[in-house]
């Protein structure tokens, strides 16, 4: 962190300030830092972000919880408390929706309109999307929703939630200015996003790990449209008074087994089909509304050579440093599920 804030620093000019604070735990650290800096917004990223390693055991299990639903408490209740009209954009996702619950209706951004019936005929009502998730890790942004709402009708909060699908990518036009500069990149079974890993699997020649029958479809974003998709939020915050407003931040949905057989076509790479050790629909359908930040400005990255060639040539060289044993997914969704042995040594 250090040397990527001197760099920036080297070559842009502008200083960025690092505090390094849990959020989840220094409630009161947290309140007088609001009260020091005396933002506009928060930008907040700080939650365990992967649904394996949430997975994994009851100890990642509760720290994912733990972690994630005080820390974002926290953030709400310290800025009632410091009296600071703070907005607030969160890094959500796509999972909370869960999986062909909609069938193929598009899913909306954040909310649905339903129809109540009472006996004296139904009433017209805006309700959050029912909450679907698929994971403890995604069981908590669905939890974090419930504490926006809150929030925002008790204490007029302006709050931010972006529903991001799977990002994949490496680098923005910020990072790619210094090598020093570079993003992590998580290739192991637990933190790497299925499009990245299997770029870099390519990259190594290990076979594409698809899960089951890679029927699963999701919904994906390049990492340089996750970070114009914050800047445009910050940008136009709902007013005091709204309920959080619910951006979908994704731009394309892909079935998994198809962009396994884009790589394998492209590389030569064989496609392996592999025990799921997830608990999930084998196959499904997915329709996104997204027409929010269209509306606001972004022009969508799509998959293209170019792009999935950057990811090929970071992963080339940088392969020496993987880890084998890391690269097959062995989280578990319940006790027993199979998974497989490791492919290359
Ligand atoms: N998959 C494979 N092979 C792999 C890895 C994954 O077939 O080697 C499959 C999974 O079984 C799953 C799909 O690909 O069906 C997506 O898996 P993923 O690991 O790329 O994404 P996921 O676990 O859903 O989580 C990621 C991020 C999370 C974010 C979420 C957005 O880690 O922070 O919230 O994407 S979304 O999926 O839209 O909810």
């Given at each position: 962190?250090?040397?990527?804030i ?7 000019g ?11 735990q ?13 933002p ?23 720290y994912?919880?733990?972690?994630n639903?005080n820390?974002t ?6 800025i ?8 607030v ?11 062909g ?5 598009p ?5 649905l ?15 959050l ?24 009708k008790?204490?007029?909060l ?9 990002v ?16 992590r ?12 890993r299997?770029l ?10 698809v899960?089951?029958?890679?029927g ?18 910050l ?14 931040q ?32 084998a ?9 929010r ?14 792009l999935?060639?950057e ?6 060289k ?17 006790a027993?599920?199979?998974t497989?042995p490791?492919l290359?040594?």
């Amino acid at each position: 962190m250090g040397v990527r804030i001197e760099v920036w620093k080297e070559l842009t000019g502008r200083d960025i300030g690092f505090i390094n604070l849990d959020l989840a735990q220094e409630y009161d650290r947290l309140v007088d830092v609001l009260l020091n800096e005396r933002p506009d917004a928060v930008v907040h990223f700080a939650e365990q972000r992967a649904a394996p390693y949430s997975m994994r055991s009851p100890k990642a299990k509760r720290y994912t919880v733990d972690n994630n639903v005080n820390g974002t408490h926290n953030l709400l209740c310290a800025i009632v408390q410091t009296g600071l009209d703070i907005s607030v954009v969160h890094l959500g996702t796509m999972g909370v929706y869960g999986y062909g619950w909609s069938g193929t209706a598009p899913i909306p951004e954040g909310y649905l309109t339903v129809k109540v019936p009472t006996p004296d005929g139904d009433l017209d009502r805006e309700i959050l999307h029912p909450a679907n998730p698929g994971s403890v890790y995604h069981m908590t942004k669905t939890l974090d929703q419930l504490l926006f709402a809150f929030y925002a009708k008790n204490d007029g909060l302006r709050i931010t939630d972006l529903h991001q699908g799977i990002v994949w990518g490496t680098q923005t036009p910020q990072t790619a200015l210094d090598e020093r500069l570079i993003n992590r990149f998580d290739y192991d079974g637990d933190y790497g996003t299925v499009l990245n890993r299997f770029l870099m699997q390519a990259a190594i020649g290990h076979p594409l790990t698809v899960h089951g029958t890679g029927g699963q479809t999701r919904a994906f974003i390049h990492i340089r449209d996750t970070v114009r998709c914050v800047e445009i939020a910050l940008n136009n915050p709902p007013k005091r008074g709204d309920q959080p407003s619910v951006f979908n931040q994704v731009t394309e949905t892909y079935r998994v087994r198809d962009l396994a057989e884009l790589i394998s076509q492209k590389t030569g790479v064989e496609v392996a089909n592999l025990p799921n050790p997830r608990k999930e629909a084998a196959e499904n359908d997915l329709m996104v509304t997204r027409d929010r930040f269209v509306a606001l400005g972004l022009e969508p990255t799509t998959l293209s050579e170019g792009l999935l060639e950057e990811v090929r040539d970071i992963s080339s060289k940088y392969a020496h440093r993987a880890d084998m044993s890391k690269i097959i997914a062995r989280s578990v969704w319940n006790a027993g599920m199979e998974t497989s042995p490791d492919l290359m040594r």
